[in-house]
């Protein structure tokens, strides 16, 4: 359906998926009355092998003309840091969705600073997740937060001892970090819908 939105993300959206349901309540807000709907997965448990095991009754079965992945932050956790492996395994995700549905696809990159030990192997995966959008320009969009979160992060920095943190002390993400990318992808949704 065209104006059914399905956005899946693991904890990059958060431990309980605040992002997916912060996102959803601004859209809503920002326009009451546009007809949309919504199907949240999130936070995704599922390694993306078991995702891709279940696409058919959990993505692809859901109908949606939007699809909105933020994947990639457990699965690195998952795979010891391997960005090739969790590219493998995303791949062949976004492939399945491409050929079995007529749905835009936006996917979202992963800020570095989440995995710090790892930064490069992240880099290397959203490296990957950037150049998906070559297999279907028309369909897919990439959500560029790891790039948008550097900019905010930098722009904090300028303000000396009175910035606050997008990670915590043991990078996960704070509130602050949660309600930014909300609005990101509210704002890039919305550009996308236009």
Do not use: W
């Not at 359906?1 to 605040?18: T, Y």
């Not at 995704?44 to 279940?54: D, E, G, H, Y």
């Not at 058919?56 to 010891?80: F, N, P, T, Y």
């Not at 490296?127 to 930098?154: G, M, N, S, T, Y």
Request: aromatic share 6%; net charge negative.
């Amino acid at each position: 359906m065209e104006n059914r939105i399905l956005i899946i993300g693991d904890e990059l959206f958060g431990p309980q998926g605040e992002v997916a349901a912060r996102c959803v309540e601004m859209l809503l807000c920002r326009k009451p009355n546009r007809p949309m709907q919504f199907s949240v997965n999130a936070p995704v448990l599922p390694s993306l092998s078991q995702l891709l095991a279940r696409a058919s009754s959990d993505i692809i079965g859901k109908q949606a003309g939007r699809i909105v992945l933020g994947l990639g932050l457990s699965e690195m956790k998952r795979e010891g840091g391997d960005a090739s492996k969790v590219s493998e395994s995303y791949g062949a995700l976004v492939d399945e969705i491409l050929k079995k549905t007529q749905s835009f696809l936006d996917l979202v990159t992963v800020p570095k600073d989440l995995l710090p030990e790892i930064d490069g192997q992240v880099l290397a995966l959203d490296d990957f997740i950037r150049a998906q959008a070559d297999k279907c320009p028309d369909r897919v969009h990439v959500l560029d937060f790891a790039a948008h979160a550097e900019k905010f992060k930098e722009m904090q920095a300028e303000r000396g001892k009175f910035a606050r943190s997008l990670y915590s002390d043991d990078a996960k993400p704070t509130s602050l970090c949660l309600t930014l990318l909300s609005l990101f992808l509210q704002d890039c949704i919305l550009d996308t819908m236009k």
